[in-house]
């Protein structure tokens, strides 16, 4: 994947490295940003749920025993801990997650993965999955700016 950034940076004309890892993170976040779109209207139309819902979900779904706790599910998923609180607290009400306490520190929170929490996840991850598929097989966008220089 970094190769086909290259190529797309380098077929732009010639800049400094410096300008060039300017391109390179551009074209990234280029990419990042038409994934983050897609999952979005996606996994939200046909599944009711947000990246960052999936992405809980996903993870808790990989864990051997469905749960995580708190604090390192929030590093998993790139959120600040309220936000994670936040996101978990809306997942809780749609009974796709529940919280506990850790049973050898009572500060510590578990969430786990429920059974409607499973079943969402199985059902929403070939959506996320073709949407991954399809936006990142197509062409990398050319960095703003940079468009037209062939």
Do not use: N
């Amino acid at each position: 994947m970094v190769e086909h950034y290259y190529a797309v940076v380098s077929a732009t004309q010639p800049e400094s490295p410096a300008d060039e890892v300017v391109s390179v993170w551009r074209a990234i976040a280029a990419s990042h940003a038409a994934v983050c779109a897609a999952l979005e209207r996606e996994l939200g139309e046909r599944h009711g749920l947000g990246v960052s819902d999936f992405e809980v979900l996903e993870r808790l779904a990989e864990s051997a025993d469905h749960k995580f706790r708190a604090q390192e599910l929030a590093d998993a998923v790139h959120l600040s801990q309220s936000a994670l609180s936040r996101l978990i607290s809306r997942l809780e009400k749609s009974g796709l997650v529940e919280r506990g306490l850790c049973d050898m520190d009572r500060r510590g929170i578990y969430v786990t993965l429920t059974e409607a929490g499973r079943r969402r996840h199985a059902e929403a991850a070939p959506t996320h999955r073709d949407v991954l598929a399809g936006v990142l097989s197509g062409p990398i966008p050319a960095p703003a700016g940079r468009r037209g220089h062939a």
